[in-house]
């Protein structure tokens, strides 16, 4: 009975981005986030976005950090006209400790901000507009 348990458990902590029954989980490429972001970040985002765009399944991984240096982490995982999205701030010593899953509208809003591009997701159960990436132009 232990041993279920265990395997249950293991199963719905590794498994989280399985979102959908029969299918494998999607293996998530890391994009860090930092106020000068390298081209191959800023490139792997544009990928995803065009993927999204394109109704093809894709993941990312951003991980930015707090001014004490912890990360927090937004993954995004697209399949079957669903966005995905995951806020992880447990590593962060002041957050709350809290884990946000919510499921957003794959249309990525691309805000022209004069010098740079802003990429907000829409459509969340959770109110608001939110910005998932920020890149120069």
Same mark, same amino acid.
């Given at each position: 009975?232990?041993? *279920? ?5 293991a199963a719905?902590?590794l498994?989280?981005? +399985?979102i959908?029954q029969?299918?494998?989980?999607? $293996?998530?490429?890391?994009i860090?986030y =930092?106020?000068?972001n390298?081209p191959a970040?800023d490139? *792997?985002?544009?990928?995803?976005a065009?993927h999204v765009a +394109? =109704? @093809?399944a894709?993941?990312?991984r951003?991980?930015s950090?707090? +001014? ?6 937004? $993954?995004?995982v697209?399949r *079957? @006209?669903e966005l995905q999205? =995951?806020?992880d701030p447990?590593?962060?010593q002041f957050?709350h400790?809290q884990?946000l899953v919510v499921?957003c509208?794959?249309?990525l809003q ?7 591009? $802003?990429? *907000?997701?829409?459509?969340?159960l959770?109110?608001g507009?939110h910005?998932?990436?920020v890149?120069?132009?």
């Amino acid at each position: 009975m232990v041993m *279920r348990l265990w395997i249950l458990l293991a199963a719905l902590l590794l498994g989280w981005s +399985a979102i959908f029954q029969g299918e494998a989980p999607l $293996e998530l490429s890391d994009i860090v986030y =930092r106020p000068h972001n390298t081209p191959a970040d800023d490139n *792997r985002f544009l990928q995803f976005a065009e993927h999204v765009a +394109a =109704r @093809e399944a894709d993941g990312v991984r951003i991980i930015s950090y707090t +001014a004490e240096g912890d990360p927090i982490y937004l $993954e995004l995982v697209y399949r *079957r @006209e669903e966005l995905q999205v =995951r806020v992880d701030p447990t590593a962060d010593q002041f957050g709350h400790g809290q884990v946000l899953v919510v499921t957003c509208s794959p249309d990525l809003q691309k805000i022209d901000g004069g010098v740079y591009y $802003e990429y *907000r997701l829409t459509g969340c159960l959770h109110p608001g507009t939110h910005t998932a990436y920020v890149m120069p132009k």
